[in-house]
């Protein structure tokens, strides 16, 4: 076995995977409203998700694993693209709260950095910030040598 089947790095089924999540956040209240869906349009053409790829991941976003991003880099691009669609509404509740957590952990940020990663994501999320003023504020809560 070589190491490139250890370790699939195919860039499209990362996005796949990523856009997946999204949707199934979008997903939470079991609709997608307008401004979800704008999002998802945005996303998918920046993740390069054709339109057929976009219809079945809607239709069944479950299906799609999730795949854990290695570079820190894309770990803060994946955080940005969650908590956006997350906080979309502007409004954080304890479900949502609960739920970056679990993003957070999930996309592999140190446990002790969790609670000032959702701080500085919520704050941002509440004034709208653009990708690199979110990683800059995350990688301030989440120092590492890069």
């Avoid at 990523?18 to 996303?43: G, M, P």
């Avoid at 997350?86 to 996309?107: C, Q, V």
């Amino acid at each position: 076995m070589t190491d490139n089947n250890l370790y699939p790095t195919n860039t499209h089924d990362q996005h796949i995977a990523h856009f997946a999540s999204i949707v199934r956040i979008a997903l939470i209240d079991n609709k997608i409203d307008k401004k979800e869906r704008k999002l998802l349009e945005k996303l998918a053409r920046r993740l390069g998700i054709d339109k057929l790829e976009f219809k079945l991941i809607l239709k069944n976003p479950k299906k799609y694993p999730l795949k854990s991003p290695v570079s820190y880099e894309e770990r803060l691009e994946e955080l940005y693209d969650l908590t956006k669609m997350l906080l979309i509404d502007r409004n954080p509740t304890i479900d949502k709260i609960s739920l970056l957590d679990r993003i957070i952990i999930g996309l592999g940020f140190h446990l002790n950095n969790v609670k000032k990663i959702r701080k500085e994501a919520i704050k941002f999320f509440l004034k709208e910030p653009d990708l690199e003023d979110f990683k800059k504020a995350i990688k301030k809560a989440n120092p590492m040598k890069h």
